[in-house]
């Protein structure tokens, strides 16, 4: 087989240079304050509404379809606004 689907939560994928991880949980949970100076994070919503919050100060409202993509070295917070899912892909920086 060519092609690996999968769609629980948890590490989908993890390769030489990225990790990739779905997320998801009930609204009013939070992803408390952190960062992945290794790395450069997308940050794809795929169910509900997330908010998001970069270095504490830049908020980003996501729903589904829209991708978040920011510096590693930058601090994510966020709250899921209702029930949610989101994908974090983690690239290697060079």
Known sequence: MAG??????????KGENYVIVKKGGVAGEQVEKHNHPEANVIFTVVKGKVQVFLN???????????????????????????????????????
């Not at 690996?4 to 994928?13: F, S, T």
């Open 4 to 13: 690996i689907v999968k769609a629980e939560l948890g590490l989908l994928y």
């Open 56 to 94: 504490e100060t830049e908020e980003h409202m996501l729903v589904p379809g829209q991708v978040l993509e920011f510096d590693g070295d930058n601090y994510i917070q966020a709250t899921l606004v209702e029930d949610s899912e989101f994908v974090v892909n983690l690239i290697t920086k060079p």
